[in-house]
Every structure is written in structure tokens, then in C-alpha cells.
Nanobody, 124 residues
Framework: QVQLVESGGGLVQPGGSLTLSCEAS????????MGWFRQTPGKEREFVAA????????DYSDSVKGRFTISRDNAKSTLHLHMNSLQSEDTAVYYC?????????????????WGQGTQVTVSS
């Protein structure tokens, strides 16, 4: 069982930046496809970004492309999401997820392990 722990959420002003991290408790982190999802009250969880085991294969939702960057540090078993030009619409609970399926992957049901989430609030 892989445990995922997100950190880095908080309150940021519109136009600001924030970096989320997700630490994984596994020695085979390098084999996992990783993803970020987000959810707001009353809405379904939505795909944000994903990265395959190859560091250079990434995927982004249209709403964050060009503003967010997903990256991974395999030596530290850590996933990051660098968020720039944040907007109020980015306010949500952000979750990281992991799967051994080849990736990147967009489907929520394709991921087997989830973190507890971290709140990001974009407001002036």
C-alpha cells in the first residue's frame, strides 16, 4: 500500500504562485505514474496534470496548460505541482494520485492510491 501525503496548500492572491508537493511512501516510486486532481464542493474531482515514469512525458488539462508544471524527484519519492498565474477558479482541494499503469493518465478510476488532499484558496 502506497501512502501519499500532500503539502504546500494555502491562501494566495490572484496572479500569485504556489507549489504543491506529494511525498510517497514507496521505494519503487520511479515505477509509478503520478497525477494531480482537484475538487470543489458539489463538483466531481477533475484531472489537472499527470506525469509518466519518463520525466519528460506529461499531460495537462486545458484549464491549467501553460500555467502549471508537474514534476517529480524520483530520488526523493516526491511529486510537485508548480502553479503560476493562479486564478479564483483554481480554488479547490488538490489531490495527488499514483498508479502502476503506464502513463500519463487522466482518468480518476485509473489511479489506485490517493492522498488526503491539500486546500488551495485563491482570493484577494
Amino acid at each position: 500500500q502506497v501512502q501519499l501525503v500532500e503539502s504546500g496548500g494555502g491562501l494566495v492572491q490572484p496572479g500569485g504562485s504556489l507549489t504543491l508537493s506529494c511525498e510517497a511512501s514507496t521505494r519503487i516510486f520511479i515505477l509509478y505514474t503520478m497525477g494531480w486532481f482537484r475538487q470543489t464542493p458539489g463538483k466531481e474531482r477533475e484531472f489537472v496534470a499527470a506525469i509518466g515514469t519518463n520525466l519528460y512525458i506529461t499531460d495537462y488539462s486545458d484549464s491549467v496548460k501553460g500555467r502549471f508544471t508537474i514534476s517529480r524527484d524520483n530520488a526523493k519519492s516526491t511529486l510537485h505541482l508548480h502553479m503560476n498565474s493562479l486564478q479564483s477558479e483554481d480554488t479547490a482541494v488538490y489531490y495527488c494520485a499514483a498508479t502502476l499503469r503506464p502513463g500519463p493518465r487522466r482518468g480518476e478510476n485509473e489511479y489506485d492510491h490517493w492522498g488526503q488532499g491539500t486546500q488551495v484558496t485563491v482570493s484577494s
